[in-house]
Protein backbone atom coordinates (compact mmCIF):
# COMPACT_ATOMS: atom_id res chain seq x y z
CA UNK A 1 0.00 0.00 0.00
CA UNK A 2 1.72 3.48 -1.05
CA UNK A 3 1.79 6.24 1.59
CA UNK A 4 -0.21 9.13 0.28
CA UNK A 5 1.97 11.83 2.31
CA UNK A 6 5.24 10.29 0.82
CA UNK A 7 3.86 10.56 -2.60
CA UNK A 8 2.88 14.23 -2.40
CA UNK A 9 5.85 14.94 -0.39
CA UNK A 10 7.86 12.79 -3.39
CA UNK A 11 5.87 14.53 -6.52
CA UNK A 12 6.04 18.50 -4.94
CA UNK A 13 9.96 17.48 -4.91
CA UNK A 14 10.50 15.92 -8.43
CA UNK A 15 8.28 18.75 -9.82
CA UNK A 16 9.99 21.67 -8.46
CA UNK A 17 13.58 19.73 -9.26
CA UNK A 18 12.20 19.03 -12.83
CA UNK A 19 11.08 22.84 -13.38
CA UNK A 20 14.45 24.13 -12.52
CA UNK A 21 16.58 21.16 -13.81
CA UNK A 22 15.00 19.17 -16.29
CA UNK A 23 14.37 15.65 -15.75
CA UNK A 24 17.27 14.42 -17.21
CA UNK A 25 19.78 15.55 -14.59
CA UNK A 26 17.64 14.80 -11.93
CA UNK A 27 17.89 10.98 -10.28
CA UNK A 28 16.30 8.95 -7.99
CA UNK A 29 19.40 9.94 -5.95
CA UNK A 30 18.91 13.39 -5.80
CA UNK A 31 15.58 13.06 -4.82
CA UNK A 32 16.43 11.41 -2.42
CA UNK A 33 18.90 13.76 -1.07
CA UNK A 34 16.44 17.13 -0.90
CA UNK A 35 13.78 15.03 0.48
CA UNK A 36 16.18 13.66 3.80
CA UNK A 37 14.57 10.61 2.75
CA UNK A 38 16.14 6.88 1.90
CA UNK A 39 15.88 5.86 -2.29
CA UNK A 40 14.04 2.77 -0.89
CA UNK A 41 11.17 4.66 0.65
CA UNK A 42 10.93 6.09 -2.84
CA UNK A 43 10.61 3.19 -4.73
CA UNK A 44 7.72 2.14 -1.94
CA UNK A 45 5.29 5.27 -3.57
CA UNK A 46 6.84 5.12 -7.28
CA UNK A 47 8.36 1.75 -9.61
CA UNK A 48 10.87 4.54 -11.32
CA UNK A 49 11.22 7.86 -12.31
CA UNK A 50 9.01 7.35 -15.64
CA UNK A 51 6.00 6.81 -12.65
CA UNK A 52 6.60 10.04 -11.32
CA UNK A 53 7.20 12.39 -14.47
CA UNK A 54 3.59 10.80 -15.74
CA UNK A 55 2.12 11.59 -12.25
CA UNK A 56 3.61 15.12 -12.09
CA UNK A 57 2.23 15.62 -16.32
CA UNK A 58 -0.86 14.69 -15.63
CA UNK A 59 -1.89 16.60 -12.87
CA UNK A 60 -0.38 19.64 -14.67
CA UNK A 61 -2.17 19.48 -17.23
CA UNK A 62 -5.58 18.86 -14.88
CA UNK A 63 -3.97 21.83 -13.22
CA UNK A 64 -4.09 23.97 -16.48
CA UNK A 65 -7.36 22.60 -17.87
CA UNK A 66 -9.19 24.37 -14.80
CA UNK A 67 -7.42 27.53 -15.14
CA UNK A 68 -8.85 27.65 -18.65
CA UNK A 69 -12.08 26.69 -17.51
CA UNK A 70 -11.99 29.26 -14.70
CA UNK A 71 -12.06 31.65 -17.81
CA UNK A 72 -15.45 30.69 -19.30
CA UNK A 73 -16.84 30.22 -15.37
CA UNK A 74 -17.36 34.07 -15.22
CA UNK A 75 -19.42 36.76 -18.01
CA UNK A 76 -17.11 38.13 -19.74
CA UNK A 77 -17.15 39.24 -23.59
CA UNK A 78 -15.07 37.55 -26.12
CA UNK A 79 -12.20 40.29 -26.60
CA UNK A 80 -11.98 40.20 -22.71
CA UNK A 81 -11.70 36.11 -22.87
CA UNK A 82 -9.34 36.21 -24.97
CA UNK A 83 -6.67 38.61 -23.13
CA UNK A 84 -7.04 36.61 -20.05
CA UNK A 85 -6.74 33.15 -22.34
CA UNK A 86 -3.49 35.09 -23.82
CA UNK A 87 -2.29 36.15 -20.13
CA UNK A 88 -2.96 32.88 -18.26
CA UNK A 89 -1.35 30.74 -21.72
CA UNK A 90 1.90 32.95 -21.58
CA UNK A 91 1.98 32.61 -17.76
CA UNK A 92 1.98 28.89 -18.21
CA UNK A 93 4.95 29.16 -20.19
CA UNK A 94 7.03 31.64 -18.55
CA UNK A 95 6.82 28.89 -15.37
CA UNK A 96 8.22 26.08 -17.64
CA UNK A 97 12.09 25.76 -17.81
CA UNK A 98 13.44 25.04 -21.43
CA UNK A 99 15.60 22.15 -20.24
CA UNK A 100 12.11 20.80 -19.08
CA UNK A 101 10.33 20.98 -22.73
CA UNK A 102 13.21 19.50 -24.03
CA UNK A 103 13.79 16.75 -22.07
CA UNK A 104 9.90 15.80 -22.15
CA UNK A 105 10.29 15.81 -26.16
CA UNK A 106 13.02 13.88 -25.95
CA UNK A 107 13.14 11.27 -23.38
CA UNK A 108 9.37 11.68 -22.29
CA UNK A 109 7.28 10.59 -25.49
CA UNK A 110 4.11 9.56 -23.95
CA UNK A 111 4.30 12.96 -21.25
CA UNK A 112 4.75 14.94 -24.13
CA UNK A 113 2.16 13.90 -26.25
CA UNK A 114 -0.11 14.63 -22.92
CA UNK A 115 0.94 17.96 -23.22
CA UNK A 116 0.86 18.19 -27.24
CA UNK A 117 -3.05 17.15 -26.74
CA UNK A 118 -3.93 19.13 -24.36
CA UNK A 119 -2.79 21.98 -26.85
CA UNK A 120 -4.04 20.70 -29.84
CA UNK A 121 -7.83 19.92 -28.27
CA UNK A 122 -8.29 20.97 -25.55
CA UNK A 123 -7.05 24.42 -25.77
CA UNK A 124 -7.01 24.43 -29.76
CA UNK A 125 -10.91 24.20 -28.76
CA UNK A 126 -11.40 26.52 -26.19
CA UNK A 127 -9.99 29.43 -28.21
CA UNK A 128 -11.91 28.61 -31.10
CA UNK A 129 -14.98 29.08 -28.98
CA UNK A 130 -13.96 32.63 -27.95
CA UNK A 131 -13.07 33.41 -31.40
CA UNK A 132 -16.32 32.07 -33.24
CA UNK A 133 -18.51 33.79 -30.20
CA UNK A 134 -16.56 37.20 -31.13
CA UNK A 135 -17.52 36.86 -34.67
CA UNK A 136 -21.06 35.99 -33.97
CA UNK A 137 -21.55 39.05 -31.87
CA UNK A 138 -19.75 41.09 -34.20
CA UNK A 139 -16.59 41.78 -31.89
CA UNK A 140 -14.48 40.20 -34.55
CA UNK A 141 -14.50 40.46 -38.44
CA UNK A 142 -17.37 38.20 -39.96
CA UNK A 143 -14.77 36.58 -42.93
CA UNK A 144 -12.70 35.40 -40.31
CA UNK A 145 -11.26 32.08 -40.85
CA UNK A 146 -11.64 30.68 -37.37
CA UNK A 147 -9.38 27.86 -37.29
CA UNK A 148 -6.21 29.76 -39.25
CA UNK A 149 -6.93 32.28 -36.29
CA UNK A 150 -6.49 29.96 -33.21
CA UNK A 151 -3.46 27.92 -34.87
CA UNK A 152 -1.76 31.59 -35.43
CA UNK A 153 -2.74 32.85 -31.82
CA UNK A 154 -1.27 29.77 -30.20
CA UNK A 155 2.02 30.35 -32.02
CA UNK A 156 2.03 33.67 -31.12
CA UNK A 157 1.50 32.74 -27.45
CA UNK A 158 4.49 30.84 -27.97
CA UNK A 159 7.11 33.35 -29.41
CA UNK A 160 5.87 35.73 -26.28
CA UNK A 161 7.35 33.53 -24.08
CA UNK A 162 10.99 33.01 -26.21
CA UNK A 163 13.57 34.58 -24.30
CA UNK A 164 15.81 35.04 -27.01
CA UNK A 165 13.31 36.87 -29.12
CA UNK A 166 11.71 38.96 -25.51
CA UNK A 167 14.68 39.25 -22.88
CA UNK A 168 13.50 40.52 -19.85
CA UNK A 169 16.10 42.39 -19.03
CA UNK A 170 15.17 44.72 -22.58
CA UNK A 171 11.30 44.09 -22.28
CA UNK A 172 8.80 43.87 -19.62
CA UNK A 173 6.71 41.28 -20.09
CA UNK A 174 2.92 43.30 -19.76
CA UNK A 175 4.39 45.77 -22.45
CA UNK A 176 4.54 42.83 -24.54
CA UNK A 177 2.15 41.10 -23.61
CA UNK A 178 -0.25 44.60 -24.45
CA UNK A 179 1.62 44.97 -27.99
CA UNK A 180 1.14 41.28 -29.02
CA UNK A 181 -2.46 41.06 -27.89
CA UNK A 182 -2.81 44.21 -29.87
CA UNK A 183 -2.20 42.54 -33.20
CA UNK A 184 -3.82 39.96 -32.56
CA UNK A 185 -7.18 41.99 -31.94
CA UNK A 186 -6.98 44.70 -33.49
CA UNK A 187 -5.90 42.40 -36.19
CA UNK A 188 -9.05 40.52 -36.40
CA UNK A 189 -11.76 43.38 -34.78
CA UNK A 190 -14.43 45.36 -35.61
CA UNK A 191 -14.78 49.09 -35.11
CA UNK A 192 -16.64 47.33 -31.79
CA UNK A 193 -14.31 44.96 -30.97
CA UNK A 194 -11.11 47.20 -30.88
CA UNK A 195 -13.35 50.18 -28.60
CA UNK A 196 -13.69 46.90 -25.95
CA UNK A 197 -9.68 46.68 -26.39
CA UNK A 198 -9.23 49.63 -26.17
CA UNK A 199 -11.12 50.58 -22.76
CA UNK A 200 -9.65 47.18 -21.42
CA UNK A 201 -5.68 47.81 -22.50
Known amino acids: MYNSENRE?????????????????????????????????????????????????????????????AIFDKPANPVERLIKMFICITSMIKETNPSLIHDLQKYHENEWQILQEFKDDFLNNKIKIIVADGVRNQYFNPTLDVNIYVTFFLEVVQLSGNEKLFPQAKYAQQVVTINLMGCLINGIATEKGRRVFKNLS
Open 9 to 69: KILTCAENLFRKYGTRRISMDDMAHHLSMSKKTIYESFADKDEIVYQIITAFRKKLEGLIE
